[in-house]
């Protein structure tokens, strides 16, 4: 299955082949994805330096700006307090995917006017300017890591998540918020995470991806979900093509003239 044309250009030295692994292989897949684990963190680990930047303009900014109307203050411009209050959103929804909990007492307010002195104005639009410069250097981590694990929660794992974990990259917890240890997932769930995190973390910009079976192991429901989640993931990884190899229908799911059937177009050779 393709979702791109023919006329696409193909380079061979940028192929990624994904493998779907069957159950008498569980114990590779285990350590794959460990290796997946081992992977992110080191991938978090040098943005580090990056998330300390974004987290020293942020509080300079936030030394000259208050969250009350204090003798002396007056409100920021409109267009100058909309950015901080998308600033401090966009701060929210990466410390969902544990950015930045370093900043943890600054977002848990919900201020929706700032107040400065009038002196300050350039000095905090140039903190502004000197935020986003800085959060673009993060902003590509920050996308997969939420991807991956809004796409695999996506799946809806039987009593399970997937969470960020400083330690690991990733972990899996219950509903009791207990940690499952990998060798406990289903071979299904293992599947759907090594799949996802290859095609997040592994794909360059205009590769070519194939992935052999990736209904291995999987409930019918999310074969049926597989495309929509590859499509979702493409707006991050970027890759060129997606080519997928499947004896399964639902995957298709009535998107057949995206399909080629190679049985139908085979040619016996003697």
């Given at each position: 299955e393709s979702k791109f044309n023919e006329e696409d250009d193909f380079n061979p030295r940028n192929v990624i082949m994904i493998?779907?692994?069957r159950a008498n292989n569980i114990e590779d897949l285990d350590e794959r994805i460990r290796e997946h684990r081992d992977l992110l963190v080191s991938i978090l680990n040098d943005s580090l330096h990056n998330q300390k930047k974004v987290i020293s303009v942020v509080r300079s900014m936030f030394s000259i700006v208050h969250t009350e109307n204090r003798l002396g203050l007056a409100s920021l411009p409109p267009m100058v307090n909309e950015r901080l209050v998308g600033i401090i959103q966009r701060l929210k929804e990466s410390n969902r995917y544990g950015f930045f909990p370093e900043l943890n007492d600054l977002l848990e307010s919900n201020v929706s006017v700032y107040y400065s002195n009038e002196t300050d104005g350039a000095a905090i639009s140039g903190l502004i300017s000197e935020f986003f410069s800085m959060y673009n250097h993060?902003?590509?981590?920050?996308?997969r890591v939420s991807t991956f694990i809004e796409i695999v929660?996506?799946?809806?794992?039987?009593?399970?998540?997937i969470v960020p974990c400083s330690k690991h990259g990733f972990a899996v917890k219950n509903i009791f918020n207990e940690l499952v240890e990998i060798d406990k997932l289903s071979s299904g769930e293992k599947n759907i995470i090594s799949i996802m995190f290859d095609l997040i973390f592994?794909?360059?910009?205009?590769?070519t991806i194939l992935i052999d079976e990736p209904e291995i192991s999987l409930h019918v429901s999310w074969q049926r979900d597989l495309i929509y989640r590859f499509e979702q993931i493409s707006e991050c990884s970027l890759y060129n093509q997606?080519?997928?190899?499947?004896?399964s229908p639902e995957i298709i799911n009535d998107d057949w003239e995206s399909s080629i059937d190679l049985y139908a177009n085979h040619e016996?050779?003697?």
């Open positions: 493998n779907s692994d993060v902003a590509d981590t920050i996308k929660n996506g799946f809806e794992f039987a009593f399970k998540k592994k794909t360059e910009n205009g590769a997606l080519i997928i190899a499947t004896h016996v050779c003697r």
